[in-house]
């Protein structure tokens, strides 16, 4: 499974997990794709029912290609850009890019 993780301004939280080579659960919610074939491709928005999904989800080399939510700050530089791209190999729960944020004098925001 390949994960484009991108960054997006939410206040609430998300916990991925894989459960199959084409299967993922998304804050408990799995979502199965064991169905897709090679060169298949899906658009969330008419695929899933989910907001953390994003964009298309395609198989490809026998691997599942998909572009997850991760919530940060309003205020956040990168709002809608990839924070990193991930292979994950083994099921269990997906750990989240690490976010950075810049001292808030750099963001253009007062120091209360």
């Given at each position: 499974?390949?994960?484009?993780?991108?960054?997006?301004?939410?206040?609430?939280?998300?916990?991925?997990?894989?459960?199959?080579?084409?299967?993922?659960?998304?804050n408990?919610?799995e979502?199965?794709?064991?169905?897709?074939?090679?060169?298949?491709?899906?658009?969330?928005?008419?695929?899933?029912?989910?907001?953390?999904?994003?964009?298309?989800?395609?198989?490809?080399?026998?691997?599942?290609?998909l572009?997850?939510?991760?919530?940060?700050?309003?205020?956040?530089?990168?709002?809608?850009?990839?924070?990193?791209?991930?292979?994950?190999?083994?099921?269990?729960?997906?750990?989240?890019?690490?976010?950075?944020?810049?001292?808030?004098?750099?963001?253009?925001?007062?120091?209360?």
């Amino acid at each position: 499974m390949k994960i484009n993780f991108v960054a997006q301004s939410r206040s609430d939280t998300v916990q991925y997990e894989r459960t199959g080579a084409k299967k993922i659960k998304i804050n408990g919610e799995e979502f199965d794709f064991s169905r897709m074939e090679e060169g298949d491709s899906l658009n969330t928005v008419f695929a899933t029912t989910s907001p953390w999904l994003f964009g298309d989800i395609g198989l490809l080399g026998n691997q599942l290609h998909l572009a997850l939510f991760v919530p940060v700050q309003a205020h956040f530089p990168g709002l809608g850009q990839t924070l990193s791209v991930v292979d994950i190999v083994e099921d269990g729960i997906i750990t989240l890019p690490v976010i950075e944020y810049p001292p808030a004098t750099q963001r253009g925001l007062p120091i209360v």
